[in-house]
């Protein structure tokens, strides 16, 4: 019944752009700090991007600043993360993930700060 989806990914050129959407159901995403994070083979799943529940805080991965937004619709009760200028290292499982009253501090990408997460979706950054 709780659950977070995420859709959008695909497969994108270099320098190419993809919206990745989270949606909600069976909670309210506006008490829930929204994040992103991706997970490459063979690697560590790192945190991407995080909003606050206000949606007055945001922050970014080193990676991400200059490239990537994220926002959020209170109606859609959705998440969303805007990914611009994509590159070839981008190529990840990408999962969004909810923190109650979260404000989204450089702490975000330590992953047990969430309560809830998706089941991800593939981005693939090709030429």
């Known amino acids: 019944q709780l659950q977070l989806v995420e859709s959008g990914g695909g497969l994108v050129q270099p320098g190419g752009s993809l919206r990745l959407s989270c949606a909600a159901s069976g909670i309210n995403l506006d008490y829930y700090a929204i994040a992103w994070f991706r997970q490459a083979p063979g690697k560590e799943r790192e945190g991407v991007s995080c909003i606050s529940s206000s949606g007055t805080i945001r922050n970014y991965a080193d990676s991400a600043k200059g490239r990537f937004t994220i926002s959020r619709d209170i109606a859609k009760n959705t998440g969303y993360l805007q990914m611009d200028n994509l590159k070839v290292e981008d190529t990840a499982h990408y999962y969004c993930?909810?923190?109650?009253?979260?404000?989204?501090?450089?702490?975000?990408?330590?992953?047990?700060?969430?309560?809830?997460w998706g089941q991800g979706t593939q981005v693939t950054v090709s030429s």
């Open positions: 993930a909810a923190a109650l009253s979260f404000t989204c501090g450089e702490e975000y990408t330590r992953p047990t700060w969430y309560d809830y």
